[in-house]
């Protein structure tokens, strides 16, 4: 069975960093699409990123060059090293994995709970 | 403000069919067929009920079908049923080799 489980979520300044992890388990993350989507309080979702199973990885604009998306092979896990955070970055943060079947790498088809990260002083 | 728009919100009765309607542009809709579907009910994290335009996911019933003409996508939703009530956001891959989402639309089962 596929799971997936977010952590390193938290209150953090303006300003600071703040590391998300995502432990899968029943698949192989390297062998995945894996992509992060965040929704803030009351909104919509957005997309954040995501890690191609080749390596490739590709981000919004509204947090290229401030977040980093990665993974680790031995411990099945993806990550989202998040610099620079403001207010905007409040949200619960979800990562998930492609549908497989076959089907487009950003069709999102297994989700975990999520993870909340409020930015405040 | 969404890259994809999709009404604020629909309504209908048990049984009832319903359409949910997502526009884009030929950067993300209508350029690829890669247009998903997704349920949110309050709490819980989003499902993806439709993906490639039209393909159902295992488990998900068939009350639920996608097309997609030029620049704009729709999820119809068949046989209304209460547990239908929820978020429902579309989502497109984009020329830029990312992922746009619409705004979501509320569902609402009189």
């Known amino acids: 069975e596929v799971q997936l489980v977010e952590t390193g979520g938290g209150l953090i300044q303006p300003g600071g960093s703040l590391r998300l992890s995502c432990a899968a388990s029943g698949f192989t993350v390297s062998s995945n699409y894996m992509s992060w989507v965040r929704q803030a309080p009351g909104k919509g979702l957005e997309w954040v990123s995501v890690i191609y199973s080749g390596g490739s990885t590709y981000y919004a604009d509204s947090v290229k060059g401030r977040f980093t998306i990665s993974r680790d092979n031995s411990k099945n896990t993806l990550y989202l090293q998040m610099n620079s955070l403001r207010a905007e970055d409040t949200a619960v943060y979800y990562c998930?994995?492609?549908?497989?079947?076959?089907?487009?790498?950003?069709?999102?088809?297994?989700w975990g709970q999520g993870t909340l990260v409020t930015v405040s002083s | 403000q969404s890259a994809l728009t999709q009404p604020a919100s629909v309504s209908g009765s048990p049984g009832q069919s319903i359409t949910i309607s997502c526009t884009g542009t030929?950067?993300?809709?209508?350029?690829?067929?890669?247009v998903s579907w997704y349920q949110q009910h309050p709490g819980k994290a989003p499902k993806l009920m439709i993906y490639d335009v039209s393909n159902r996911p295992s488990g998900v019933s068939n009350r639920f079908s996608g097309s997609k003409s030029g620049n704009t996508a729709s999820l119809t939703i068949s046989g209304l049923q209460a547990e239908d009530e929820a978020d429902y956001y579309c989502?497109?891959?984009?020329?830029?080799?990312?992922?746009?989402f619409g705004g979501g639309t509320k569902l609402t089962v009189l």
């Open positions: 030929s950067s993300d809709v209508g350029g690829y067929n890669y």
């Open positions: 989502s497109s891959y984009t020329s830029s080799s990312t992922l746009e």
């Open positions: 998930a994995r492609d549908e497989g079947s076959g089907s487009h790498p950003l069709a999102l088809g297994y």
